[in-house]
């Protein structure tokens, strides 16, 4: 099993980084990448996706909503960036912050522009995280961050002034409904109200879960081997009407196809050894990289990611690394648009070994 981190390293010119998504959303290319090794990549777009699965699958995508996580705060006269990560049990909030040497526990942070509403450190982690309880809670603090707050688009997309109007529209999925993410699940993005039909006409199910994903999605993988490295836990659900619904399309011989890295790392996070999806209602940090055994998924839609994130390693993990080191060149080759707002691919899980 492969464990260095720079195992997992590969050079991206910036000129394919995406700045912004194509129109219509389903026009983006999709590189279809066979699981048997030797077979050829075919070069498709989103919008093929009908012709490429079978009636009878079922297409899992993740419906959690961005919030506006990112706030600018001050103590005092400094200044302090926060980017919401995680909403606790208690009803505080999980934070990453910028310039953290600067506060103490028992600080109260204020926002410019938002009226009386604070925010006081109750904990600190001394990496750059703390907890943080807002003096607002439900509506309120949706209005105080629909105030205060903006997207926390990541670092890649050059945004100097900040996310514009059109961000707003474009970094949101179709299937969003439950707020609480600080980043959209990007393979999601591709999808419109026209191709959703076609998948519906084609006998293509759909049924969605939810994982709020948070801001540790943005740090790169520090340490040098995976096994030094700890992931960020990240909240998920999956209802009891939906776990029934992916097994019993299984059982009917139907494939699992997750949109997304997230719905896929829910998905195995609720599976049994037999690969039964269970009810699932609470956190996970399941880090998956070469040597995990799958469970659950037969298929990933998915963007293509960062060299050396955890991400890139989950791919290798699902379709072979070599694969999908041969897969990634070929993207960057031939003019693929990567990351949030770039192309997708579609991988089929490798068989054993």
């Not at 400094?78 to 049990?89: C, E, N, R, Y």
Request: aromatic content about 6%.
């Amino acid at each position: 099993m492969d464990n260095r981190t720079a195992d997992f390293d590969f050079d991206l010119p910036q000129e394919r980084i995406a700045q912004h998504p194509v129109k219509p959303r389903d026009s983006a290319r999709l590189l279809d990448v066979p699981c048997e090794p030797g077979m050829p990549l075919a070069d498709r777009h989103v919008r093929d996706l009908p012709g490429l699965l079978r009636a009878g699958d079922l297409l899992v995508a993740n419906d959690t909503a961005v919030i506006p996580a990112q706030l600018h705060a001050r103590r005092g006269e400094a200044k302090i960036g926060v980017t919401l990560d995680q909403h606790q049990a208690d009803g505080s909030w999980s934070a990453l912050i910028k310039n953290a040497k600067r506060l103490r526990v028992g600080d109260v942070l204020t926002f410019p522009g938002a009226s009386d509403d604070t925010a006081a450190v109750v904990s600190l982690d001394g990496e750059g995280g703390a907890t943080l309880r807002f003096s607002c809670e439900g509506e309120a603090f949706d209005a105080f961050l629909r105030t205060a707050g903006a997207l926390a688009l990541p670092p890649y997309i050059a945004r100097p002034e900040g996310p514009t109007a059109e961000d707003e529209r474009d970094y949101r999925t179709i299937f969003a409904e439950h707020k609480g993410a600080v980043a959209a699940p990007t393979a999601g993005l591709h999808f419109t109200p026209k191709l959703l039909a076609r998948l519906d006409e084609a006998g293509i199910g759909r049924e969605t879960l939810t994982l709020h994903v948070g801001a540790g999605t943005f740090l790169p993988v520090r340490s040098e081997t995976l096994s030094a490295h700890k992931m960020h836990a990240e909240r998920g659900i999956i209802t009891q009407r939906v776990a029934n619904r992916i097994n019993e399309t299984r059982a009917r011989g139907g494939r699992i196809v997750a949109v997304g890295t997230t719905s896929l790392r829910l998905l195995e996070s609720a599976a049994t050894e037999d690969g039964r999806v269970m009810p699932f209602d609470g956190d996970t940090s399941i880090f998956i990289h070469p040597g995990y055994r799958f469970r659950a998924v037969d298929l990933l839609m998915t963007n293509f990611h960062l060299p050396r994130s955890t991400l890139f390693m989950l791919v290798c993990a699902f379709a072979g690394t070599e694969r999908m080191r041969a897969a990634y060149a070929h993207a960057v080759a031939d003019g693929y648009r990567f990351y949030s707002y770039g192309d997708a691919c579609l991988l089929r899980r490798a068989t054993a070994g």
